[in-house]
């Protein structure tokens, strides 16, 4: 399991521990990842993902999962949120 926000695509970053005396020590910053269930409104199902607490909080501002869906760029998404976009959208398009 990659640690990688599925809707947003953040991921690892480094940088350096310093210490007192100045010694610098390579590190990694980990994305604050959580294992969500969220509703689509117009699909009327749940999905599972994997979502930075950044993420949610974008989720929630947009006004939901179809939302937020319609505005996130493709490349960000992973491969299976890039298939609830396409099934949002085509349900979207249907209403």
Same mark, same amino acid.
């Given at each position: ?5 599925? #809707?947003?695509?953040? !991921?690892?970053?480094? !940088? ?12 990694? /910053?980990?994305?604050? #990842?959580?294992?969500? =269930?969220?509703? =689509?409104?117009?699909? !009327?199902?749940? /999905?599972? %993902?994997?979502?930075?607490? *950044? *993420? #949610? ?10 939302? %937020? ?6 490349? @960000?998404? =992973?491969? @299976? ?5 396409? @099934?949002? #959208?085509?349900?979207? *398009?249907? *209403?």
């Amino acid at each position: 399991m990659s640690r990688r926000c599925d #809707l947003t695509g953040k !991921g690892p970053m480094s !940088g350096n521990n310093v210490s007192h005396a100045n010694n610098k020590t390579r590190r990694r /910053f980990l994305p604050n #990842l959580q294992d969500v =269930s969220m509703q =689509s409104d117009i699909l !009327g199902r749940t /999905f599972k %993902f994997r979502v930075s607490s *950044a *993420a #949610l909080r974008t989720v929630d501002h947009r006004g939901g999962l179809d939302a %937020f869906m319609a505005k996130a760029k493709d490349d @960000e998404l =992973s491969a @299976e949120a890039l298939k609830v976009k396409k @099934e949002i #959208l085509k349900a979207q *398009a249907a *209403a």
